[in-house]
């Protein structure tokens, strides 16, 4: 199973957002759809693994690397790139893994 992030109108047009689990893109639209909501969107959540996210205090990460991450996030930012779309995208092309945990525990 899968988790998915949706965003959805009711039948009184006011937007939900939430989570729900299902095989595929496909059976989480209908999900949505017997509970008689209109999908917006219909996303894969990633998966954070915990292993990932741990960083020691005394493994430190480059201040190259750091700099490189703000002007990268902010030409991404200035462009009009949401803000979880531009970490993703950051992170994607980070050669350094253990700046890479510490962007996916953002």
């Known amino acids: 199973m899968t988790h998915f992030a949706y965003k959805a ?15 595929n893109e ?17 996303r894969e959540k990633e998966r954070v693994e915990a292993e990932a996210v741990h960083i020691p205090m005394r493994e430190r990460v480059p201040q190259r690397e750091v700099t490189v991450f ?16 531009a970490l993703r995208t950051v992170r994607e ?12 525990s953002l």
Not at 36 to 41: A, I, N, S
Not at 70 to 77: A, F, N, P, S
Not at 93 to 104: E, I, R
């Open 9 to 23: 109108r009711n039948s009184e047009l006011k937007t939900l957002e939430g989570e729900l689990t299902a095989e």
């Open 26 to 42: 496909s059976e989480a639209l209908a999900r949505l759809e017997s509970m008689g909501y209109t999908p917006v969107w219909v």
């Open 70 to 85: 703000t002007r990268q996030m902010i030409g991404l930012i200035k462009s009009g790139v949401p803000i979880l779309r």
């Open 93 to 104: 092309q980070c050669g350094n893994p253990k700046f890479a945990a510490v962007l996916v």
